[in-house]
């Protein structure tokens, strides 16, 4: 009897223990609510006996299967969780009647777990501390990966932890998915919570309140960008509370494995070995004391303003963290145009950070210079190398591959977009926001400074769309999509 290519049981009992995790979630943010005396629970009430429910469901549709799972049964688990927790994540706005429309209610939740950051919501300050603290949870959640959080307590077994791990982690290399992932698992993630809590309790000694400390800490390390307030991290007016966020808004955008090589190994050696991390540092850098130069001469500013401004913007476009302290469309125009390409690039692999990823930008370069000393010496051998060691082939294929995606993407997102009735500019700026999960605009009509409450409700749904396929890296949210997926051979 041949074995089946997809056994539903064992996906229904993987996605009910991750849906479970969820309900535990709007818990805690229910038990939020209550610390805060909110006028009414109903909304998280509600939710929590949604999710439980259909948690407990799926989990005993599953409770015969084993504890292992294949590789296209972890695509499926990763693409179906991420969708499955966004749809749930919408009870609470619409319940408590933030969002008006199921449209909105998707985005705002999409935006959350992917870490976007972008909003539709009209009067973030007016919300409640449930629904701000819902809001930052999902991001803090969704920032290292939703499957890759519960791989510390889910029980799968061995190559079925390998398979969830590069699944929803494409970005990482396969050096880093050995048999003992739980334990790798375990050790980032401690890593991730000692960020946020060194960044909350930073940010709460800079003059935050403690609720504001939490969120806005959930938000940087997981570079996301949601805040408690419409103006964000601008409602402080604070210099030192804005140097506190670059510096972890960066480490957020910084290869999470490459902080727990250097936590384990008690050493920064591995910083300046690392060719992703120099790359990063020297673009956000660079295109930093570039603006820098730029506002102090055509905007005006004196010089300690022009930097810390140049800075924290580029630092947070890179990592994609979404937060502003300056509207950058009144830069000088070719400035904005390094700042979209920051935008492009992103952050570190295996990071929290959206966009193309530094790594790959980094072999493109060096696949194209050595591709020039190719036409020069066609018998030449000449691989391309990453860390001193040389990538491969199939290494160079997948991120020209990825690459074609990824553009391909934001032009059609854009078109459709336009015949959404988005204006042009606006369109072509969104698609890239959304496809690199960054919560900034770089619009006119949906500018850093207007807000997405007016997007059509159509358009949410693509740009939903567009978030969950840029989070996942494209080929995951595609690759169930198509004929050979399954296909026995």
Same mark, same amino acid.
């Given at each position: 009897?041949?074995?089946?290519?997809?056994?539903?049981?064992?996906?229904?009992?993987?996605?009910?223990?991750?849906?479970?995790?969820?309900?535990?979630?709007?818990?805690?943010?229910?038990?939020? /609510?209550?610390?805060?005396?909110?006028?009414?629970?109903?909304? =998280?009430?509600?939710?929590?006996?949604?999710?439980?429910?259909? &948690?407990?469901?799926?989990? #005993?549709?599953?409770?015969?299967?084993?504890?292992?799972?294949?590789?296209?049964?972890?695509?499926?688990?990763?693409?179906?969780?991420?969708?499955?927790?966004?749809?749930? *994540?919408?009870? !609470?706005?619409?319940?408590? *009647?933030?969002?008006?429309?199921? /449209?909105?209610?998707?985005?705002?939740?999409?935006?959350?777990?992917?870490?976007?950051?972008?909003?539709?919501? +009209?009067?973030?300050?007016?919300? !409640?501390?449930?629904? #701000?603290?819902?809001?930052?949870?999902?991001?803090?959640?969704? &920032?290292?990966?939703?499957? @890759?959080?519960?791989?510390?307590?889910?029980?799968?077994?061995?190559?079925?932890?390998?398979?969830?791990?590069?699944?929803?982690?494409?970005?990482?290399?396969?050096?880093?998915?050995?048999?003992?992932?739980?334990?790798?698992?375990?050790?980032?993630?401690?890593?991730?919570?000692?960020?946020?809590?060194?960044?909350?309790?930073?940010?709460?000694?800079?003059?935050?309140?403690?609720?504001?400390?939490?969120?806005?800490?959930?938000?940087?390390?997981?570079?996301?960008? =949601?805040?408690?307030?419409?103006? &964000?991290? #601008?409602?402080?007016?604070?210099?030192?509370?804005?140097?506190?966020?670059?510096?972890?808004?960066?480490?957020?955008?910084?290869?999470?494995?490459?902080?727990?090589?250097?936590?384990?190994?008690?050493?920064?050696?591995?910083?300046?070995?690392?060719?992703? @991390?120099? =790359?990063?540092?020297?673009?956000?850098? /660079?295109?930093?004391?570039?603006?820098?130069?730029?506002?102090?001469?055509?905007?005006?500013?004196?010089?300690?303003?022009?930097?810390?401004?140049?800075?924290?913007?580029?630092?947070?476009?890179?990592?994609?963290?979404?937060?502003?302290?300056?509207?950058?469309?009144?830069?000088?125009?070719?400035?904005?145009?390094?700042? $979209?390409?920051?935008? @492009?690039?992103?952050?570190?692999?295996?990071?929290?950070?959206?966009?193309?990823?530094?790594?790959? $930008?980094?072999?493109?370069?060096?696949?194209?210079?050595?591709?020039?000393?190719?036409?020069?010496?066609?018998?030449?051998?000449? +691989?391309?190398?990453?860390?001193?060691?040389?990538?491969?082939?199939?290494?160079?294929?997948?991120?020209?591959?990825?690459?074609?995606?990824?553009? =391909?993407?934001?032009?059609?997102?854009?078109?459709?977009?336009?015949?959404?009735?988005?204006?042009?500019?606006?369109?072509?700026?969104?698609?890239?926001?959304?496809?690199?999960?960054?919560?900034?605009?770089?619009?006119?009509?949906?500018?850093?400074?207007?807000?997405?409450?007016?997007?059509?409700?159509?358009?949410?749904?693509?740009?939903?769309?567009?978030?969950?396929? &840029?989070?996942?890296?494209?080929?995951?949210?595609?690759?169930?999509?198509? $004929?050979? @997926?399954?296909?026995?051979?």
């Amino acid at each position: 009897m041949k074995k089946k290519l997809i056994n539903p049981q064992a996906l229904c009992k993987v996605l009910g223990q991750l849906v479970l995790i969820e309900a535990f979630m709007m818990l805690v943010c229910l038990i939020v /609510g209550i610390i805060y005396d909110e006028p009414t629970h109903v909304p =998280f009430i509600v939710a929590l006996i949604i999710t439980a429910t259909v &948690g407990i469901v799926l989990k #005993l549709m599953g409770i015969k299967s084993g504890d292992t799972i294949n590789r296209r049964e972890a695509y499926l688990v990763v693409g179906l969780t991420w969708v499955i927790f966004s749809l749930l *994540g919408t009870i !609470p706005f619409l319940i408590d *009647g933030q969002c008006s429309t199921f /449209g909105s209610a998707l985005f705002e939740a999409m935006s959350g777990f992917t870490a976007t950051g972008a909003s539709v919501l +009209p009067d973030v300050d007016s919300l !409640p501390h449930s629904i #701000l603290f819902w809001r930052s949870f999902m991001h803090w959640i969704g &920032g290292l990966g939703i499957v @890759f959080f519960t791989m510390t307590i889910l029980p799968v077994s061995g190559s079925g932890e390998i398979r969830l791990f590069a699944a929803e982690s494409t970005g990482l290399g396969q050096e880093k998915l050995h048999t003992k992932i739980k334990t790798t698992a375990a050790w980032i993630w401690s890593i991730y919570i000692v960020l946020t809590l060194a960044c909350a309790v930073s940010l709460y000694a800079g003059g935050m309140t403690l609720f504001d400390s939490v969120n806005h800490a959930m938000s940087a390390v997981a570079t996301g960008g =949601f805040s408690t307030h419409a103006n &964000g991290i #601008l409602y402080y007016n604070s210099t030192l509370l804005q140097y506190i966020m670059i510096i972890f808004m960066f480490l957020g955008g910084t290869n999470f494995y490459l902080l727990y090589t250097m936590g384990t190994r008690r050493t920064l050696k591995p910083l300046h070995k690392n060719s992703e @991390f120099k =790359f990063y540092t020297v673009t956000v850098l /660079g295109i930093s004391l570039i603006c820098a130069v730029s506002l102090f001469l055509h905007n005006g500013y004196d010089l300690e303003r022009s930097v810390r401004t140049a800075l924290f913007n580029c630092v947070s476009i890179s990592s994609t963290s979404g937060f502003i302290i300056d509207d950058y469309q009144q830069w000088f125009h070719p400035t904005c145009m390094l700042l $979209m390409l920051l935008m @492009f690039i992103g952050g570190s692999s295996g990071s929290t950070s959206g966009g193309f990823k530094s790594i790959r $930008m980094h072999i493109i370069i060096k696949t194209t210079r050595q591709q020039f000393k190719r036409i020069l010496h066609p018998n030449a051998i000449l +691989p391309v190398q990453v860390n001193k060691a040389p990538i491969g082939a199939s290494a160079e294929q997948n991120v020209m591959s990825l690459l074609f995606w990824f553009l =391909f993407m934001i032009v059609i997102g854009a078109a459709i977009l336009m015949l959404i009735g988005v204006p042009g500019y606006d369109s072509c700026a969104l698609s890239l926001d959304c496809i690199s999960n960054i919560g900034t605009n770089f619009g006119h009509t949906y500018g850093p400074t207007q807000g997405l409450a007016n997007l059509p409700e159509a358009a949410k749904w693509v740009c939903s769309f567009l978030m969950l396929a &840029g989070r996942l890296e494209i080929f995951a949210i595609l690759l169930p999509f198509t $004929m050979s @997926f399954w296909r026995r051979q």
